[in-house]
C-alpha cells in the first residue's frame, strides 16, 4: 500500500503561481512512477504530468507544457508540482497518484486532492 497526501493547493490570481506537494509512505517510493492529474467542476478527471521513478523522464499534457513542471525529491518521498504563469481554467482539484512498475500505467494509489482556484 501506498498512501498519498497532497498539499499547497489555494486561491491565486491568474498569471501567479503555485507549487503542489505530494508525500509519500508505504512501499519504495522510487518504484513508482508518481502522476499529477486534475479534475474541474463538471469535468472528467484530466491527466496533467507524470515523472518516472527515478526522475529521469517527465511528460505533461499540452495544455500545461511550458507552465507546469513536475519533480520528484525520492528522499523525501515526495513529489511535486511547480505550476507557473496559472490561468482560471487550471482551477481544479488536483490529484496525486502513484504508478507501479508495469505496463500500461494503472495508478492504483490516489491521494485525496487539493483545491486550486485561480481567479481573473
Known amino acids: 500500500q501506498v498512501q498519498l497526501v497532497e498539499s499547497g493547493g489555494g486561491l491565486v490570481q491568474a498569471g501567479g503561481s503555485l507549487r503542489l506537494s505530494c508525500a509519500a509512505s508505504g512501499r519504495t517510493f522510487s518504484n513508482y512512477a508518481m502522476g499529477w492529474f486534475r479534475q474541474a467542476p463538471g469535468k472528467e478527471r484530466e491527466f496533467v504530468a507524470r515523472?518516472?521513478?527515478?526522475?529521469?523522464?517527465?511528460s505533461y499534457a499540452d495544455v500545461v507544457k511550458g507552465r507546469f513542471t513536475i519533480s520528484r525529491d525520492n528522499a523525501k518521498n515526495t513529489v511535486y508540482l511547480q505550476m507557473n504563469s496559472l490561468k482560471p481554467e487550471d482551477t481544479a482539484v488536483y490529484f496525486c497518484a502513484a504508478d507501479p512498475p508495469g505496463w500500461p500505467p494503472s495508478y492504483d494509489y490516489w491521494g485525496q486532492g487539493t483545491q486550486v482556484t485561480v481567479s481573473s
Open positions: 515523472i518516472s521513478g527515478s526522475g529521469g523522464s517527465t
